[in-house]
């Protein structure tokens, strides 16, 4: 089973930067695709970032990030990062790295990582 461990979290002014790293315990040339989901407090989980590695690394993003996210992969380190830049509060929540495939389309999750907080203050 294909562990994920997430880090790079942390509290942040407004505006600010951070980098997340997801450390994959698998070759990433053996997974399909890779994705960021965040859980703001009190709410759903949703999709922030995927990448497609099997389709030569498109991404793609929600409209709340776009611009300010930047998703990619090291596959020499087997490492997938979340590059998050001019931070607002409402980016605050747990992130979690996901890996998976596409299907029909849409991006579908089969593991999961433990969570990293982030915290964005104004």
């Known amino acids: 089973q294909v562990q994920l461990v997430e880090s790079g979290g942390g509290l942040v002014q407004a505006g600010g930067s951070l980098r997340l790293s997801c450390a994959v315990s698998?070759?990433?040339?053996?997974?399909?695709?890779m994705g960021w989901y965040r859980q703001p407090p009190g709410k759903q989980r949703e999709l922030v970032a995927t990448?497609?590695?099997?389709?030569?690394?498109?991404?793609n993003y929600a409209d709340s990030v776009k611009a300010r996210f930047t998703i990619s992969t090291d596959v020499t380190s087997n490492t997938m990062y979340l590059q998050m830049n001019s931070l607002k509060p409402d980016d605050t929540g747990v992130y979690y790295c996901?890996?998976?495939?596409?299907?029909?389309?849409?991006?579908?999750?089969?593991?999961w990582g433990q969570g990293t907080q982030v915290t964005v203050s104004s």
């Open positions: 990448i497609r590695i099997i389709v030569g690394g498109a991404t």
């Open positions: 698998a070759n990433l040339f053996s997974i399909s695709a």
């Open positions: 996901s890996l998976g495939r596409y299907s029909g389309g849409r991006y579908v999750s089969e593991a």
